[in-house]
């Protein structure tokens, strides 16, 4: 269970450092405002929209730690055989990252206002995403046609299982991203799809960093840097 | 004089709001079935848990019926008593309580006593109430599934879970409760990022973090645990489907079943047990936040003094919520551990009771020397304390391992947590609903029903568990559908226990009286006004009563001070709500 406690260690000072903005020591009791004297609005404060992502983001970064602590613990016990990594995972790793430069190029463009630019780059994010899943579904047939089937081994449950999550939340963030190309291509000015944009390669990025992590999990890289870990502890 | 600060990174919404910005029902279905009025889905998610909770209700008459009267009634077999006992358990915990705390009190209070409009994303709210009462149904299906309901205890232990020795775990009973529970996190995630970030960004001009009512700080704080220790049970859930479904073996060990050799080998029950604790500690609190949070607020309105204490309640709320997660291991003392381990968990343990007697203290000293209104409110209050303090003291037993080994598995534990996280939690909804009623319809609950309620269901609820403990200090066992040959027992711990079930009726049927009183007040109940409590919080100051869709009107109230001005000497009455500035010259903060 360490990795999810390290993760809520990172939400935990996340929390403090907010609180510690909040003047948390202040005597409520003791402050009446009178009429007047109360503040307008501050325009530097966060989108909601983009608040609340950072909320989900932290409940998917959560799942993560958990399916990822999980996949430790049960890898302890002695039937365990890694699965051997397709080298299709590569290619699908690179067509996720082109489509998270993809969404920050576009937000690039949105904020310069080219409303083509924006279009072409929108579509080229959704394509190389669709790409991604495409190679995922391909990565699965190739390791089931080599034996590697679901029940055989927990560590085949476990890479089925979380690239399968995975992939649900990047089909998720697909439903968003079509919606957003379907605006742009419907004569939506870029300004007005910037918000969105940002959303979307947001969660691009923060996918993208999980999909890392999870690859580097299965390649068992993740182990040797535990292990590196452990020796310079001891 | 203090200045006022916002809070940083506050979006403070402008005191005006066009009309075009507020979504607008346009018929009778979206206005009251698919709304995104969160005052709306407060009572959805609001009766869905009342009426599931009913069946929980139920549950535990017929289980008490069996424990006073063996072999009475002959359809209450072991396996059905076990499915009795599981659905209970479950649906108390997660689909009445939970429910009706976060998506109930939550949708209601949290938009109207921060001076915000609505939620700030209606629709994912709306979604919400929709895949909650799709959750309550697949679980209410397992009734009639073959096989009937899961019977593997609430806390749903594998292997057993997923044999054909237990109920339901080789039928359809375990993948619907696996299932339901996964559309119930599905569900909750959608709404919890609306309260959270309702609260983080919706607050009107003036109501700083500080100032916020100890309701909204219990609710914002359980939320946010729910949402990070949600996924635990979801990875769990999933985890377990897939063993169940697809033959993996994430928890399932090699095992032989009836002479045969089951597909599994290898899994990791301990690991279950991990992630399941690790959701179902913080459960405990999440629960409990928001009915210390209610408590203190019906404490002081109704005791007209303010809270004591109040920075150092929300610090307690804090404090508790962040401990909460870092002791999910004391549940698992007998599945062995590290003992370095054992010590940490015991040591966390320990130290969250300090915060939450601190709590217990302060709303002692509120009411000390307060003008106490015995009110229906307070009444609950009240209760809730007495049967808090008194759960909490047997719960020093449990938590010393020479104490708590003879007792555990006993009556003696579930008469523990039936005060701490049964009762309890309930007298506070009981409260609450009586306090906010007059808002949510406009009328008062008949007094004399409520009284009639109040005290068969506060002393017909200490009556049953109380002598509960008795029944545990003789060894009579928990989770078990009769004692059979192994009677040990005097012939009077079986008297009792037939006093035990009586009350049981008794009270599950004041509860008629509860439903009626609901249901009659809607039309008859006396006309309440706006604040018929003369409560400081914004709740109580909205134009109209019911509070109409956008809550303020056009202009967004401002706030000038903290929740809790009662009794402020020399103010003209006994309460200034938050929403009215300090008198010109000398004010309060000026003098301070
Ligand atoms: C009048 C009200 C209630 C009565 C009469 C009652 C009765 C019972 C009984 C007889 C059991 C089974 C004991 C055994 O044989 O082990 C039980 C278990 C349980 N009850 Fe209640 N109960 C009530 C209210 C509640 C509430 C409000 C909660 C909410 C937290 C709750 C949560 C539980 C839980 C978690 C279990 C354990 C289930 C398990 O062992 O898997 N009960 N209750
Ligand atoms: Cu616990």
């Known amino acids: 269970m360490s990795v999810i406690l390290i993760f809520m260690a990172g939400i935990a000072v996340i929390i403090t450092w907010w609180m510690a903005q909040q003047r948390l020591t202040s005597k409520p009791w003791l402050e009446v405002g009178r009429a007047g004297d109360v503040p307008d609005g501050s325009s530097s404060a966060p989108a909601t929209e983009k608040i609340g992502l950072y909320v989900f983001l932290a409940v998917v970064g959560a799942l993560f730690s958990l399916l990822i602590s999980a996949y430790f613990m049960r890898m302890d016990t002695a039937d365990w055989w890694s699965v051997p990594i397709p080298n299709l995972l590569w290619v699908n790793t690179a067509a996720l990252a082109a489509s998270s430069v993809a969404l920050h190029w576009t937000k690039a463009e949105t904020r310069e206002n080219r409303g083509e630019a924006t279009r072409v780059a929108l579509l080229a994010a959704l394509a190389t995403a669709v790409l991604f899943l495409i190679g995922q579904v391909l990565a699965w047939r190739e390791l089931a046609a080599a034996g590697y089937l679901l029940t055989n081994n927990p560590a085949n449950s476990f890479f089925y299982m979380i690239t399968g999550l995975h992939g649900l939340h990047i089909i998720g963030g697909l439903a968003v991203l079509s919606r957003t190309t379907w605006k742009a291509w419907n004569g939506a000015e870029p300004s007005g799809l910037r918000l969105s944009v940002e959303l979307c390669a947001i969660y691009w990025h923060f996918m993208l960093l999980v999909w890392l992590i999870l690859f580097a999990l299965f390649a068992g890289w993740a182990n040797d840097f535990i292990d590196i870990c452990r020796q310079l502890l001891t | ?592």
């Not at chain 2, 979206?30 to 609001?46: E, M, N, P, R, W």
């Not at chain 2, 535990?60 to 006992?85: K, N, V």
């Not at chain 2, 597909?263 to 992630?275: D, E, I, V």
């Not at chain 2, 066992?477 to 009726?505: D, K, Q």
């Open chain 2, 1 to 592: 004089m203090v200045e006022i600060q916002s809070g940083i990174g506050t979006a403070i919404p402008p005191a005006e709001t066009e009309d075009m910005e507020l979504y607008h029902p346009k018929s009778w279905w979206t206005k009251y079935v698919f709304s995104q009025d969160a005052k709306i889905i407060a009572i959805q998610y609001s009766l869905t848990a009342i009426a599931i909770g009913l069946v929980a209700l139920v549950l535990s008459w017929l289980m008490r019926l069996q424990l006073a009267f063996p072999g009475a009634f002959t359809f209450i077999d072991a396996e059905r008593y076990y499915q009795f006992i599981t659905m209970h358990g479950m649906i108390m915990v997660i689909y009445l309580l939970t429910a009706l705390f976060l998506g109930g009190f939550g949708n209601y209070l949290i938009p109207l006593m921060i001076g915000a409009r609505d939620m700030v994303f209606p629709y994912a709210n709306m979604l919400s109430y929709w895949v909650y009462l799709l959750a309550v149904l697949v679980l209410a299906a397992s009734f009639f599934a073959p096989g009937g309901p899961t019977g593997a205890g609430w806390t749903l232990y594998p292997p057993q879970a997923v044999l054909s020795g237990t109920p339901g775990g080789q039928d359809w009973g375990i993948i619907l409760m696996l299932s339901s529970l996964i559309l119930f996190i599905i569900g909750f995630t959608m709404g919890g990022l609306n309260y959270v970030v309702t609260v983080l960004q919706a607050r009107t001009r003036g109501m700083t973090l500080m100032r916020m009512p100890l309701t909204i700080w219990g609710i914002f704080t359980a939320t946010v645990m729910a949402l990070l220790a949600f996924p635990a049970l979801f990875v769990a859930a999933v985890m377990m489907l897939f063993d169940r479904v697809l033959g993996t073996s994430f928890f399932m060990p090699a095992l032989v079943e009836m002479g045969t050799l089951l597909p599994h080998q290898g899994g990791s029950p301990l690991l279950f047990q991990h992630l399941f604790w690790f959701f179902g500690h913080p459960e405990v609190y999440i629960v409990a936040l928001p009915a210390f949070g209610i408590v203190s607020d019906l404490i002081s309105t109704h005791a007209r003094k303010n809270i004591f204490g109040y920075r150092m309640m929300v610090w307690a709320i804090v404090i508790i919520g962040g401990l909460s997660f870092i002791v999910w291991a004391h549940h698992m003392y007998v599945s062995g551990m590290n003992p370095a381990f054992g010590f940490f968990f015991a040591t966390t343990t320990l130290i969250i009771a300090v915060p939450t007697a601190i709590k217990v203290y302060n709303w002692v000293l509120t009411l000390w020397r307060g003008d106490i209104h015995l009110t229906l409110p307070m009444l609950f209050a009240l209760a809730f304390i007495v049967t808090f303090v008194n759960g909490g003291l047997t719960g020093l037993f449990l938590g010393n391992v020479v104490v708590d080994v003879p007792l555990s598995d006993t009556m003696f534990v579930v008469a523990h947590f039936h005060m701490v996280m049964g009762i309890a939690p309930i007298m506070v909804i009981f409260g609450a609903i009586y306090h906010w009623y007059p808002k949510i319809t406009g009328r008062m609950l008949n007094e004399t029903m409520g009284q009639i309620h109040f005290w068969i269901t506060f002393l017909g609820a200490y009556a049953i568990f109380f002598p509960m403990h008795y029944l545990g200090l003789m060894g009579v066992p928990r989770r078990y559908h009769e004692m059979g040959e192994t009677i040990f027992n005097p012939p009077s711990a079986h008297m009792l226990n037939i006093f035990i079930t009586v009350m049981a009726l008794v009270v599950g049927a004041a509860q008629i009286v509860f439903l009626f009183n609901l249901a009659w007040s809607l039309r008859k109940g006396k006309p309440a006004g706006g604040n018929p409590w003369r409560a400081t919080t914004l709740e109580w100051q909205t134009p109209q009563t019911p509070p109409v869709h956008g809550n303020w009107g056009k202009e967004l109230p401002v706030v000038y001070r903290w929740a809790y001005d009662y009794s402020v000497p020399g103010a003209a009455e006994d309460f200034i709500p938050q929403n009215q500035p300090a008198p010109d010259r000398l004010s309060r903060g000026a003098l301070a």
